[in-house]
């Protein structure tokens, strides 16, 4: 059994990140419209990620012997003013999902829950690894501008992306 600090906040995680898989298909959908196939490729792996994101929390509360409670996903935005904007609202966003993990291990820590920590633990170091890329994308946006050869050989970059569910990883 968990304690109901640390249960009602990994159930906001679990939609947290079933929210963020939800825009990042958005994303997905709003640069395939732009014609930007390897964005729109690269974003619906990110959709999977965070699925993969939601589904670990969910496992790891019927772990502990509690049912995961699934709320409505909020609505979520169709379009963005550029490609930049776009990435840099990404950033913005897991920044914001990395100050709610924070929060989660500042809980458990003062719950003395050394389980949850250790779960967290994962989510710190995998947050770390998303906003560095995300902000590798960026910075080349910045380089390259947002039109013309550059986006496209970016764009073409992008394409090459797979899918691995680094949750199945130790
Ligand atoms: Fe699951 Fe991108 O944070």
């Known amino acids: 059994m968990l ?18 898989a939800y825009m990042y298909l958005a994303m997905s959908s709003y640069f395939a419209d732009e014609g930007l196939n390897g964005f729109a490729h690269w974003m619906k792996i990110q959709w999977q990620e965070e699925l993969t994101h939601g589904l670990k929390f969910f496992d790891y509360l019927l772990e502990r012997g509690e ?34 993990i924070n ?18 633990q994962w989510f710190i170091d ?9 902000q590798e994308i960026i910075d080349s946006l910045k380089l390259i501008g947002d039109r013309g050869h550059g986006i496209f050989m970016l764009d073409k ?9 680094e949750t199945l990883e130790d």
């Open 3 to 20: 304690k109901p600090r640390i249960l009602d906040a990994i159930n906001e995680q679990i939609n947290a990140e079933i929210w963020s």
């Open 157 to 165: 970059e992008l394409k090459a992306r797979t899918f691995v569910d």
């Open 67 to 100: 049912q995961p409670i699934l709320k409505p996903i909020a609505e979520v935005p169709e379009k963005w003013d550029s490609t930049l904007h776009a990435m840099e609202e990404t950033l913005k966003h897991e920044e914001h999902v990395t100050a709610l």
């Open 103 to 120: 929060n989660i291990m500042d809980i458990a820590i003062e719950e003395k829950d050394y389980a949850t920590q250790s779960e967290l």
């Open 126 to 134: 995998e947050q770390v690894e998303e906003e560095s890329s995300v």
